[in-house]
């Protein structure tokens, strides 16, 4: 199973983290992957890390404020997102694939192939 946290409400300019802990699952042979919801919009993925870590790849082109990684001793992905702006605003998840690959990039901008799936934290952006 997997969980995130960290979510909350956060003015715009600020910096979060989030976290996903991963339970019951061997941590280190699964890609993990940081995907949202928008009130009204499809899920769309973000970023998905390898399972040893050194590989991470972007769905879309968020490529400047969001930042992934894992911590394998604590079975605990991360999502770091810098700046945060309105449009951030939505539910996030965090899900697991049963490959030490991120699927491809179609797939992953779908959320294709992940196997296992948090119940998401709300992330909203209000000043």
């Known amino acids: 199973q997997v969980m995130e946290s960290g979510g909350g409400l956060v003015q715009p300019g600020e910096s979060l983290t989030l976290s996903c802990t991963a339970s019951g699952l061997n941590f280190d042979e699964l890609s993990m992957g940081w995907f949202r919801q928008a009130p009204g919009k499809e899920r769309e993925g973000i970023l998905c890390?390898?399972?040893?870590?050194?590989?991470?790849e972007h769905a879309g082109s968020r490529r400047d404020r969001f930042a992934i990684s894992r911590d394998s001793a604590k079975k605990t992905l991360y999502l770091q997102i810098t700046g945060v702006q309105p449009e951030d605003t939505a539910m996030y998840y965090c899900?697991?694939?049963?490959?030490?690959?991120?699927?491809?990039?179609?797939?992953?901008?779908?959320?294709?192939?992940?196997?296992?799936w948090g119940q998401g934290t709300q992330v909203t952006v209000s000043s």
């Open positions: 899900a697991a694939a049963s490959s030490n690959y991120c699927p491809d990039l179609w797939s992953l901008g779908r959320g294709r192939g992940f196997n296992y």
């Open positions: 890390i390898s399972a040893n870590g050194y590989r991470t």
